[in-house]
T-cell receptor, first 117, second 116 residues
């Protein structure tokens, strides 16, 4: 079983600044993936970034990067040069690979990110 | 265009009236799943399917049924809907269950269901 905890229900940042969203997880599996999904007001779920747990290097995708601390079971998302279009609900999620990943994604409760112009 | 489609996008119904939410993907994905999203709870998996004719329960399967007769379709069936099934529902698919990089899940646009 896996659990994902996002302790920040809401975060606010000034446009062009940097913001970090926190996520901690718990899993008994040795092999797993971690994800950040973005959900804008349209409600569409959009994959932002993924991290394979066996990789030590932190994943990056343009302005988005993660700080993956495996021992601490922490997986934070850093958004650099925040833009108005980044305003959304952000979900952290995990996927265990026991059983071939069949159990799908386990999501946190989300962090609502507000971008102030 | 590669996509996951859901229909209907919005539905208001009454308690006990059977309904089906369709999900279709055009990417030849083997793995499909259904999630429900409720305020303050994030998304929770209802059912999943590793391939045709192979389905299994997720975390919150009570009150739902699914079928996977064809690879592209994975309908969600509510035999007797109740108000506690009012939620936002997402269908998702991936090429495979857990083999990178083919296991990235692509989500449909969501179905907003209200049961009165």
């Amino acid at each position: 079983a896996q659990t994902v905890t996002q302790s920040q229900p809401e975060m606010s940042v000034q446009e062009a600044e940097t913001v970090t969203l926190s996520c901690t997880y718990d899993t008994s599996e040795s092999d797993y993936y971690l994800f950040w999904y973005k959900q804008p007001p349209s409600r569409q779920m959009i994959l932002v970034i993924r991290q394979e747990a066996y990789k030590q290097q932190n994943a990056t995708e343009n302005r988005f990067s993660v700080n993956f601390q495996k021992a601490a079971k922490s997986f934070s998302l850093k958004i650099s040069d925040s833009q108005l279009g980044d305003a959304a609900m952000y979900f952290c999620a995990s996927m265990g690979l026991a059983g071939g990943g069949a159990d799908g994604l386990t999501f946190g409760k989300g962090t609502h990110l507000i971008i102030q112009p | 265009e590669a996509q996951v489609t859901q229909n209907p996008r919005y539905l208001i119904t009454v308690t006990g009236k059977k309904l089906t939410v369709t999900c279709s993907q055009n990417m030849n994905h083997e793995y499909m799943s259904w999630y429900r999203q409720d305020p303050g709870l994030g998304l929770r998996q209802i059912y999943y399917s590793m391939n045709v004719e192979v389905t299994d329960k997720g975390d919150v399967p009570e009150g739902y049924k699914v079928s996977r007769k064809e690879k592209r379709n994975f309908p969600l069936i509510l035999e007797s809907p109740s108000p506690n099934q009012t939620s936002l529902y997402f269908c998702a698919s991936s090429l495979s269950g857990g083999t990178p990089p083919t296991d990235t899940q692509y989500f449909g646009p969501g179905t907003r269901l209200t049961v009165l």
